[in-house]
């Protein structure tokens, strides 16, 4: 039989207005929790971000948490780990992957309470280096899932590929971007996609993992919670009832268990988003951080002078305001690092203005209480000078990315 495995991811920018936020939730969230409900074989993996976690609190729409939570509850939904407020965990610093991937757990283990038990870990947009490792294991994770580009040996469907980290194995499981983007542009229908799954493996027991944004149910696709996953669970379920199944949805976790440990492996860079073509011309992260992207290296350079002066505010801040401004600046740094911003600065084909600089404003203000910081406390004077000094290139990089975003044309 087929095993099947799927996952959805639930995330929104912390930038995200409200009435976004309340489509969202009724064109998406709740159909596909009414779903799930009422199909007894759903098996889902769900990656909650934390900072839609509480978006959703804050916004009134707790509703979707807590049906979240009866689902795990029911035991058709498990949940994974990421970092709260999604940022491209290979590109920023260790310290700051680590504090990501354990905010996240503590929102959410606030809100779902036992319910949130993952065993899984899902890097926001499947953005995945080596470098990301240590902090994944450390934080108690069993496996991560990576985009199927990453993939650097024959395709696996009977075997759980591993990684080494920290003198132990993580296992690895790989997207099937091909089926993933076929649900995800409704390119195929039930009876077609289960009819395919079918083929896998050749007749021996074999799996498939699928995973894909949440708000491509509904949102993205008018009805498609209902016209593709609940039409296709009811046709597993009636194939399960005649006697005659094969495909069974099982939870990502549950393929550990199903199928043996294969091949030692160290998957490409890369993400869900990511070509051959790119691969090819070592762009791992083409939508967050592509060489010749203009907008994109002033984007990151900003952030390294944010990384810079919130460092050294932490450090000096002795006195009570300066540690209220530091710590304000190092709080503000989690939801500023987030990846809409580099995404909507892309041109493939997406660009927004309002977006990235929505997003640049996070940052901005990050850098100015940092500086406040570091200015008001007992550092010495040639602590202070360097951070006047870190903070007026900070400033150069700013109004050079304004002038870029001013003279700039849509693609």
């Given at each position: 039989m087929i095993a099947w495995a799927l996952l959805l991811h639930f995330y929104q920018p912390p930038t995200q207005t409200h009435d976004v936020l309340v489509k969202v939730a009724e064109e998406s969230y709740r159909p596909l929790i009414a779903v799930l409900r009422a199909h007894e074989n759903a098996r889902v993996a769900v990656n909650l971000q934390g900072v839609l976690t509480e978006l959703l609190l804050e916004h009134g729409l707790g509703d979707v948490v807590g049906g979240l939570r009866e689902l795990a509850e029911m035991g058709r939904v498990e949940?994974?780990?990421?970092?709260?407020?999604?940022?491209?965990?290979?590109?920023?610093?260790?310290a700051e992957r680590k504090r990501q991937?354990?905010?996240?757990?503590?929102?959410?283990r606030a809100a779902l309470g036992r319910a949130?038990?993952?065993r899984g870990f899902f890097p926001p947009e499947m953005?995945?280096?080596r470098d990301i490792l240590g902090a994944v294991h450390a934080a108690g994770h069993e496996w991560l899932i990576v985009s199927g580009v990453a993939c650097p040996v024959e395709w696996p469907v009977d075997v759980v590929c591993r990684v080494p980290v920290n003198g132990a194995q993580l296992r690895v499981l790989f997207r099937d971007d091909i089926r993933s983007n076929r649900i995800s542009f409704k390119e195929t229908n039930p009876e077609g996609f289960l009819d395919d799954l079918g083929r896998v493996g050749e007749g021996k027991d074999a799996y498939v993992v699928t995973a894909m944004d949440a708000e491509t149910y509904g949102h993205h696709i008018r009805d498609w919670e209902r016209e593709f996953l609940g039409a296709t669970l009811s046709l597993l379920a009636g194939e399960a009832a005649a006697g005659s199944p094969r495909v069974g949805m099982v939870f990502p976790s549950e393929l550990m268990e199903l199928f043996p440990d294969g091949p030692v492996v160290e998957p490409h860079a890369s993400s869900w988003s990511t070509s051959l073509d790119d691969l090819a011309a070592h762009n791992p992260f083409p939508l967050w951080k592509a060489p010749g992207n203009r907008v994109h290296e002033l984007q990151w350079e900003y952030v390294d002078h944010c990384l810079d002066l919130v460092a050294v505010a932490r450090r000096y801040a002795t006195t009570p305001e300066a540690k209220e401004f530091a710590?304000?600046?190092?709080?503000?740094?989690?939801?500023?690092?987030?990846s809409c911003q580099f995404w909507w600065a892309s041109r493939r084909p997406m660009w927004s203005i309002p977006m990235i600089y929505r997003g640049f404003l996070l940052l901005n203000?990050?850098?100015?209480?940092?500086?406040?910081?570091?200015?008001?406390g007992e550092a010495s004077e040639p602590v202070k000078r360097e951070a006047r000094w870190r903070l007026a290139a900070a400033n150069e990089t700013r109004l050079e990315l304004e002038r870029e975003l001013i003279g700039s044309r849509a693609p």
């Open positions: 949940f994974v780990g990421s970092g709260k407020f999604h940022p491209i965990l290979p590109l920023i610093p260790e991937i354990a905010e996240n757990a503590r929102t959410n949130w038990n993952p953005c995945y280096s710590g304000a600046a190092y709080e503000r740094l989690g939801p500023a690092l987030h203000q990050v850098a100015t209480y940092a500086a406040h910081a570091v200015a008001i």
